[in-house]
């Protein structure tokens, strides 16, 4: 069973920067690829950036290019999401999520990634 415990989120003001954390254990992470995603209040969980564990290819959400880099440690076994610039409409539950079938390539849907953190709360206030 692979668990995912994320952390960083906090409130900030706009044009501020936060970094997340997500701590995986209970699996073999050269394998999974690994996804950000966010969900605000009364909408749908939307992909925001994934990162190939093994080759580390990116890819991001067109809404957050430029501005959020992903990145992992491998002996940590951590991924990481480092926001910058921040938006008010960057507010939401952020999550990570663990892709055990699909290692390669950007894939955005969550209904296809097979593990989730509990997710961390980022607040962007104006």
């Known amino acids: 069973q692979v668990h995912l415990v994320e952390s960083g989120g906090g409130l900030v003001q706009a044009g501020g920067s936060l970094r997340l954390s997500c701590a995986a254990s209970?699996?073999?992470?050269?394998?999974?690829?690994m996804g950000w995603f966010r969900q605000a209040p009364g909408k749908e969980r939307d992909f925001v950036a994934r990162?190939?564990?093994?080759?580390?290819?990116?890819y991001y959400a067109d809404s957050v290019k430029g501005r959020f880099t992903i990145s992992r440690d491998a002996a940590k076994n951590s991924v990481y999401l480092q926001m910058n610039s921040l938006k008010p409409e960057d507010t939401a539950i952020y999550y990570c999520?663990?892709?055990?079938?699909?290692?390669?390539?950007?894939?955005?849907?969550?209904?296809?990634?097979?593990?989730w953190g509990q997710g961390t709360q980022v607040t962007v206030s104006s």
């Open positions: 999520a663990a892709d055990v079938r699909r290692l390669y390539g950007s894939n955005r849907n969550a209904r296809e990634y097979d593990y």
């Open positions: 990162i190939d564990w093994s080759v580390g290819n990116t």
């Open positions: 209970g699996g073999t992470f050269s394998r999974y690829a």
